[in-house]
């Protein structure tokens, strides 16, 4: 009964999926390319505003964790995100159409607060949601929960993808307004389903006569090594995996001549193996190996894809591709199931909003200036003189590089002594209120 009811659990994740595809890929398309607007402008509004939505994910962490609405400390403000989220969705062809006719600095501010809301929205539901699943599990059962979770998002974002290509083959503005209001309707319904009668309806945990505030509780996040470990660990692993992510079709079309087609395959083949290690990580390697363990395994195997990205770019290995970027995706499989439930552990009991919401908001902050990185790098080795498989070879190590780096934060990381560390700064906040 528990794996049905978590498994109803992650139809939200699967919606959320389904509404990156559509924000954060149909829509940024139709803007550059059907309605012509430059790409900074795009990068701005759509990236720009939704990342920066993130700084909310602290505050609003803390601040569900002493403020239950209607009872509830999560549900309602996961639904309330939902809905502002799905209603963005829907007027966002409209917002960007009026923007494109006429696209000066007063539509494109006014459009970037429209995103920005967006941003905070997503955050909010976010947070709250990843926050309702640390309460209602154990250490024991977050991999195998995280597994299944985390794979519903990779459907969501699979089906939505075949969806709006086949509900866009014949583009009309139209279309994409009817497939927008779709998307937010049935986003809406798979949320409710979701989190249907999950949380059961109480006062939040007592915390003492006096807690802390916001800045006590904030300042022994940032005073325990522990987290700021953790949080060098999740911003280093985020940054150099994300890399990767608008340079790959790229790099497969300019240095060995693939076609779009051929080029779009890398989505499958990193689809599944992404899919397979979250399956298999949580499933399998968490419950027998241990969270860390399987992070780790992530992180190497993930290590030894972009190397073999760059050495089938300096051999022209064309045929070495596929292999690797499934290697890639199962790596980062693993590496998603274990790094999420640690994340679930590296919190309190009192602050588990706050605690999610700071991991929340360092993923935000890592992921955020990616596109522009990977692009850039490889931009600027080209004008020293490497030709274009060296440079793309040249990004691939270093997202390799970051990849160790990150291993060794990792391993300064113990959820125990996070713990203790966190009881013995809560004994000195008490004695300083």
Do not use: C
């Not at 919606?15 to 398309?29: E, T």
């Not at 006590?216 to 060098?232: D, E, I, T």
């Not at 990193?270 to 992070?295: C, D, E, F």
């Not at 993923?363 to 990977?374: D, E, H, N, R």
């Amino acid at each position: 009964m528990k794996r049905r009811r978590f498994l109803r659990l992650g139809l939200f994740q699967m919606a959320a999926g389904g509404l990156s595809v559509l924000f954060l890929g149909v829509l940024n398309r139709v803007m550059r390319v059907e309605l012509g607007m430059d790409l900074l402008t795009v990068s701005l509004l759509v990236g720009g505003g939704h990342y920066l939505g993130a700084v909310i994910a602290i505050p609003f962490g803390y601040y569900s964790d002493r403020h239950p609405l209607g009872g509830y400390r999560r549900t309602v403000y996961v639904l309330l995100g939902a809905l502002a989220t799905a209603t963005i969705l829907v007027a966002s062809p409209f917002v960007v159409r009026w923007i494109a006719a006429d696209p000066h600095a007063g539509r494109i501010t006014a459009g970037f607060g429209v995103f920005l809301l967006e941003g905070i929205a997503t955050y909010v539901a976010g947070t709250a949601y990843l926050a309702l699943i640390t309460d209602l599990t154990t250490e024991e059962e977050r991999g195998g929960v995280t597994g299944m979770v985390w794979t519903l998002l990779m459907v969501g974002i699979i089906l939505t993808g075949i969806g709006s290509g086949l509900a866009l083959r014949d583009f009309h503005i139209g279309r994409v307004m009817s497939l927008f209001l779709a998307g937010g309707i049935l986003a809406l319904f798979l949320a409710g389903v979701a989190l249907w009668r999950q949380e059961p309806k109480g006062s939040p945990p007592a915390v003492g006569e006096r807690p802390p505030g916001f800045r006590q509780a904030f300042g022994g996040l940032l005073q325990n090594p522990q987290a700021r470990w953790f949080g060098g660990f999740l911003f280093l692993s985020m940054f150099s995996y994300f890399m990767q992510d608008v340079i790959l079709e790229p790099f497969g079309g300019e240095v060995f001549g693939l076609s779009p087609s051929q080029t779009a395959r890398f989505n499958a083949y990193m689809g599944v193996g992404v899919v397979s290690g979250m399956l298999l990580g949580g499933m399998r390697l968490i419950p027998s190996r241990g969270k860390p363990w399987t992070t780790a395994l992530g992180l190497f195997l993930m290590m030894g894809a972009f190397a073999g990205l760059a050495a089938s770019a300096w051999a022209q290995l064309a045929q070495a591709l596929p292999g690797a970027i499934l290697l890639l995706g199962l790596g980062a499989g693993f590496f998603t199931v274990g790094g999420v439930a640690m994340m679930m552990d590296m919190t309190s009991e009192e602050h588990t909003g706050l605690f999610v919401g700071a991991w929340t908001l360092i993923q935000a902050l890592a992921k955020g200036p990616t596109a522009i990185a990977g692009g850039a790098l490889q931009t600027f080795l080209v004008s020293i003189g490497l030709s274009p498989a060296y440079a793309y070879g040249g990004v691939f190590l270093f997202e390799a590089a970051g990849l160790w780096l990150a291993y060794l934060f990792l391993r300064q990381v113990g959820v125990e002594r996070f713990r203790k560390e966190l009881e013995s700064l809560g004994e000195l906040t008490v004695d300083a209120l």
